[in-house]
């Protein structure tokens, strides 16, 4: 099975949107624009399974608020402290409603995560170093420079993801150029090619269980 390099991809959106030259848009600007959609739009409309796994969080006593990780698209039940497990909420009303706004509180093993604009609040705050590992979806990869593969095989076992990649990558270049017309009609094959991908993506975990990574 061949993958989808960084090269293949780049070749077949500038035939898709009709972008022969290569000062516009640049190698560099066209491998930032591939990168984007697949980190950001592409994992958006399709959930990749084998990319769902645990975010492991190491805490420091007496810190309660910490960083939503760059890395994951989501953090979703279930989470654990150690092999307890412990709530996830989202509605900083609910939240705080069990727990004090202030650091008087006593410190203790955490008990509730509130994930809300972009951070990770701990409640009881630490007092001590604790592992939390909280469910998630990654982001994709990014390229680590032109020549690099795209990795789209290895995360669901098929070549299609590729192609996908080029027709969304496409359709944002024209857009971005106010080519809506050409998008909409590339937009028809786009839907089709990612049906198709997603239809063999299916099948493939159909066969075998997949299992997150710890």
Same mark, same amino acid.
């Given at each position: 099975?061949?993958?989808?390099?960084?090269?293949? $991809?780049?070749?077949? %959106?500038?035939?898709?949107?009709?972008?022969?030259?290569?000062? #516009?848009?640049?190698?560099?600007?066209?491998?930032?624009? $591939?990168?984007?959609?697949? &980190?950001?739009?592409?994992?958006? +409309?399709?959930?990749?399974?084998?990319?769902?796994?645990?975010?492991?969080?190491?805490?420091?006593?007496?810190?309660?608020?910490?960083?939503?990780?760059?890395?994951?698209?989501?953090?979703?039940?279930?989470?654990?402290?150690?092999?307890?497990?412990?709530? %996830?909420?989202?509605?900083?009303?609910?939240?705080? #409603?069990?727990?004090?706004?202030?650091?008087? +509180?006593?410190?203790?093993?955490?008990?509730? $995560?509130?994930?809300?604009? #972009?951070?990770?609040?701990?409640?009881?705050?630490?007092?001590?170093?604790?592992?939390?590992?909280?469910?998630? #979806?990654?982001?994709?990869?990014?390229?680590?420079?032109?020549?690099?593969?795209?990795?789209?095989?290895?995360?669901?076992?098929?070549?299609?993801?590729? +192609?996908?990649?080029?027709?969304?990558?496409?359709?944002?270049?024209?857009?971005?150029?106010? +080519?809506?017309?050409?998008?909409?009609?590339?937009?028809?094959?786009?839907? &089709?090619?990612?049906?198709?991908?997603?239809?063999?993506?299916?099948?493939?975990?159909?066969?075998?269980?997949?299992?997150?990574?710890?």
């Amino acid at each position: 099975m061949s993958l989808w390099s960084f090269s293949d $991809i780049a070749t077949e %959106v500038r035939k898709l949107a009709a972008r022969p030259s290569t000062s #516009n848009p640049t190698a560099a600007q066209l491998n930032e624009r $591939i990168d984007r959609f697949i &980190r950001f739009k592409l994992p958006a +409309e399709v959930k990749f399974q084998l990319q769902q796994r645990f975010y492991s969080l190491s805490t420091t006593a007496s810190t309660g608020t910490y960083t939503f990780p760059d890395d994951f698209q989501t953090l979703v039940p279930p989470a654990f402290v150690g092999d307890e497990a412990i709530d %996830v909420l989202y509605e900083p009303a609910i939240f705080w #409603n069990n727990w004090l706004i202030d650091s008087t +509180e006593t410190s203790a093993k955490p008990q509730q $995560i509130l994930i809300y604009d #972009n951070d990770i609040v701990l409640r009881p705050i630490p007092d001590d170093t604790y592992t939390i590992r909280i469910f998630g #979806n990654k982001r994709l990869d990014t390229f680590s420079d032109a020549a690099s593969q795209s990795g789209l095989s290895d995360i669901d076992g098929q070549d299609g993801w590729g +192609e996908v990649v080029a027709y969304g990558t496409a359709i944002d270049l024209l857009v971005s150029g106010g +080519e809506f017309e050409k998008a909409a009609a590339l937009k028809v094959f786009y839907d &089709r090619v990612r049906a198709i991908a997603q239809d063999a993506t299916a099948q493939m975990l159909s066969t075998q269980r997949s299992v997150p990574s710890f």
